[in-house]
């Protein structure tokens, strides 16, 4: 048997938690600015700032236009949800740790 099951039981629950409260947390700044989300960027650093007691930076001179790097994006997305299977699509590195960490999961919730 498993002597030390509550520590395991604590830490399925843990990730469990992180799973349900992960669309709560905000995208980092460096990814929304490298996919030209500029002034979504400019928020979430603001909100850094107040958390920790610091000035707001100011905002990003000549930032692009928000709505044209947004075509931009839909442009290049498109032509990727064609693509593969949906067995196909758990191979892609963005939803291959989310997957793993939810087949250890409930691989650990089997154990006992």
Request: proline share 10%.
């Given at each position: 048997?498993?002597?030390?099951?509550?520590s395991l039981s604590m830490a399925v629950a843990f990730m469990g938690f992180a799973?349900?409260?992960?669309?709560?947390?905000?995208?980092?700044?460096?990814?929304?600015?490298?996919?030209?989300?500029v002034a979504e960027a400019h928020k979430v650093l603001c909100v850094i700032a107040r958390f920790n007691g610091k000035a707001t930076?100011?905002?990003?001179?000549n930032a692009?236009?928000?709505?044209?790097?947004q075509e931009d994006a839909r442009a290049s997305v498109?032509?990727?949800?064609?693509?593969g299977h949906a067995t196909v699509q758990l191979c892609d590195r963005r939803l291959?740790?989310?997957?793993?960490?939810?087949c250890f999961s409930a691989f650990a919730c089997n154990l006992g």
């Amino acid at each position: 048997w498993l002597p030390q099951w509550r520590s395991l039981s604590m830490a399925v629950a843990f990730m469990g938690f992180a799973f349900i409260y992960l669309p709560c947390f905000p995208e980092s700044p460096k990814w929304l600015a490298s996919k030209g989300r500029v002034a979504e960027a400019h928020k979430v650093l603001c909100v850094i700032a107040r958390f920790n007691g610091k000035a707001t930076p100011s905002p990003p001179p000549n930032a692009p236009n928000p709505e044209a790097m947004q075509e931009d994006a839909r442009a290049s997305v498109e032509p990727r949800r064609k693509e593969g299977h949906a067995t196909v699509q758990l191979c892609d590195r963005r939803l291959l740790t989310r997957f793993m960490v939810m087949c250890f999961s409930a691989f650990a919730c089997n154990l006992g």
